[in-house]
């Protein structure tokens, strides 16, 4: 996502910083980063300007969620809807998701979500895909066991390639789907995200799967 530099940043972030995750010592504290420490935590990974993370935080008050993203301006600009709809339950971070091991505690997040990640069409840059195995092992050290991660995508080829990357790092697929905006059960719990809505008005299908990572 290509942005200019946002005018009065400094200042813009000051009046949203309440939505940053709180670390200590460099790492996530999710006691200092929300009121119920002891809700289930969902990671939303590349979270762009927060369509998704708002609404997923207005629909499920009873967990905690943090939502990642590299690029400060839209991170800012996902705190600011955060700001307007009230999300206390919905906290950021700044960070470059190939570096999450280093902020992140071991099995804390009962579910992550990818949605619409960068597909890196051409092979030599296939290790930048967020479903590339290595960044997949680094999901199964933040995933508690039994839990899932949850992913979309409107490109084709990502999802055909995300399909073997998944099952051979181990994760049980489940709920694979095409066409999620034709299935009637699934669809029924979508929440759409900025893409989502840009691509499926412009006619692409909606690929979607559940990776279960075993108890
Ligand atoms: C194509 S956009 C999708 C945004 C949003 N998830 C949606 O569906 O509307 C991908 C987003 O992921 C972010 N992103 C890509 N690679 C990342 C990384 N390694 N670490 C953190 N954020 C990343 C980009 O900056 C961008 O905002």
């Known amino acids: ?30 006691e200092k980063s929300f009121d119920n420490k002891s809700n289930p935590i969902y990671l939303e990974l590349g979270c ?10 207005r629909k499920c008050q009873d967990v ?7 690029v400060i301006d839209v991170v800012m600009m996902a705190m600011e809807k955060a700001k307007r709809e009230e999300c ?17 505690p ?13 597909p890196w069409p051409r092979k030599k840059h296939a290790k930048r895909r ?15 066991n039994g839990g899932c991660i949850y992913f979309k995508t409107d490109n084709f080829n990502l999802f055909e390639y995300s399909l073997g990357t998944f099952a051979s790092s181990g994760f049980v697929l489940g709920n694979v789907c095409f066409d999620l905006h034709n299935d009637e059960i699934l669809n029924k719990e ?21 990776a279960w990572l075993q108890e």
């Open 106 to 118: 071991e099995k804390f997040a009962d579910r992550i979500y990818i949605n619409f990640c960068d």
């Open 48 to 57: 762009g300007k927060g369509e998704f993370a708002v609404r997923l935080s």
């Open 190 to 210: 979508n929440i759409q995200t900025e893409y989502e809505k840009t691509f499926s008005a412009k006619g692409f299908r909606i690929n979607y799967l559940e």
């Open 88 to 104: 206390k339950n919905l906290k950021f971070l700044n960070l470059d998701i190939e570096k999450i091991l280093e902020f992140l």
């Open 1 to 30: 996502m290509r942005l200019r530099p946002k005018k009065n940043r400094q200042k813009r972030l000051s009046e949203v910083e309440e939505y940053f995750a709180v670390l200590t010592d460099g790492r996530l504290d999710t």
């Open 130 to 144: 967020l479903t590339y195995p290595d960044y997949l092992e680094k999901y199964k050290k933040l995933l508690k």
């Open 64 to 70: 905690n969620i943090i939502a990642v993203e590299k």
